[in-house]
């Protein structure tokens, strides 16, 4: 089945500083979501996206559901330690019940 | 809050043997979603059901079946062990047409 590429696979960063990561497809999706995965957790809904150019924030996250329909951005302004963790991107077709996952982001922050 | 209830955090089996792993939903929601997390694969779907004794195959099926005889317990079963199914197993449940799943906290299964 489809996964949709998401990048970049890891990241190491000191505390304070911004990450990006984006999530591209090759085929179109009418909603956009961005989950978080806690060591030893089940993904939790960070964000979510449903029309195309949308820019949506939620504390330090903010997060763009692309133009073309094909791909989505996470930004994660001033880390801190508890950022750490696997974030993925989803996407929805339309009259789909059924989510596409990236294959996850592990972000690391240092103290 | 949706709550999804996995029955167990931790599992060990051996090859061969059928596996039940379990799920419960208390929100009443008529789709449940049974995925595979392995590391630098992601999340890939294995079952969906969306209604009571309905189910779809998704991109893993292979090895797997499930139940649903009630609207808010979801089963993954694994007809006969092996050990290249030592995995984490997440279950999700989410309203009809709406998009956003909700995940359990998955269990990790070792087959030895």
């Known amino acids: 089945g489809q996964q949709l590429n998401q990048s970049p696979q890891s990241m190491f960063i000191q505390e304070g500083e911004d990450v990006s990561m984006n999530c591209t497809s090759s085929s179109i999706f009418n909603t956009w979501l961005w989950y978080k995965q806690d060591p030893g957790e089940g993904p939790v809904l960070l964000i979510a996206?449903?029309?195309?150019?949308e820019l949506t924030s939620n504390g330090r996250l903010t997060a763009q559901f692309g133009i073309t329909r094909k791909d989505s951005f996470l930004n994660i302004s001033a880390s801190i330690p508890s950022d750490v963790g696997i974030y993925f991107c989803a996407g929805q077709r339309g009259g789909s019940e059924k989510l596409v996952f990236g294959k996850g982001t592990k972000l690391t922050v240092n103290p | 809050d949706v709550k999804v209830t996995q029955s167990s955090r931790y599992l060990v089996k051996r090859t061969g043997e059928k596996v039940f792993l379990e799920c419960v939903q208390d929100?009443?929601?008529?789709?449940m979603f049974w995925y595979r997390q392995d590391p630098g694969l992601g999340l890939r779907l294995i079952y969906f059901?969306?209604?009571?004794?309905?189910?779809e195959k998704g991109d893993i099926p292979e090895g797997y079946s499930v139940s649903r005889e009630k609207k808010e317990r979801f089963s993954l079963i694994l007809e006969s062990a092996s050990t290249n199914q030592t995995s984490m197993y997440l279950c999700a449940s989410s309203p009809v047409n709406r998009d956003s799943q909700h995940f359990g906290d998955g269990t990790r299964l070792s087959i030895l």
């Open positions: 929100m009443d929601h008529e789709n």
């Open positions: 059901s969306y209604d009571v004794k309905m189910k």
């Open positions: 996206l449903y029309k195309a150019g």
